[in-house]
Nanobody
């Protein structure tokens, strides 16, 4: 059974940093791209960042480019989202997701291309 567990969320002041961790089990890590999405109240879930385990390619939403980084640890089946210079508009529940194996070479941005999801972790950025 596939399981994705997010951790590292919390409350931080604007300009601060947080490090989100996604621990994956029950899947072959290299067969999936891994993505981070976020969703705030009344909005649709949106793509934040992703990484292809096969070729180490990455993708970022324009709103976080230059502030967030994503990395993956093959041995530990862990994906890290490092979030710097946080803004109040980054406040949301952040979800980790594993793509369909079809997309293991190219990080997809659509939620429909992801087949496994974590429960999410809350990030709140105060002004």
């Amino acid at each position: 059974q596939v399981r994705l567990v997010e951790s590292g969320g919390g409350l931080v002041q604007a300009g601060g940093s947080l490090r989100l961790c996604c621990a994956a089990s029950g899947l072959t890590f290299s067969e999936h791209s891994m993505g981070w999405f976020r969703q705030s109240l009344g909005t649709e879930r949106e793509f934040v960042a992703g990484i292809s385990k096969t070729n180490s390619g990455t993708a970022f939403a324009n709103s976080v480019k230059g502030r967030f980084t994503i990395s993956a640890d093959n041995a530990g089946n862990t994906v890290i989202l490092q979030m710097n210079r946080l803004k109040p508009e980054d406040t949301a529940v952040y979800f980790c997701a594993a793509s369909s194996p079809t997309y293991k070479y190219v990080v997809p941005r659509a939620t429909t291309n992801y087949v496994h999801w974590g429960q999410g972790t809350q990030v709140t950025v105060s002004s």
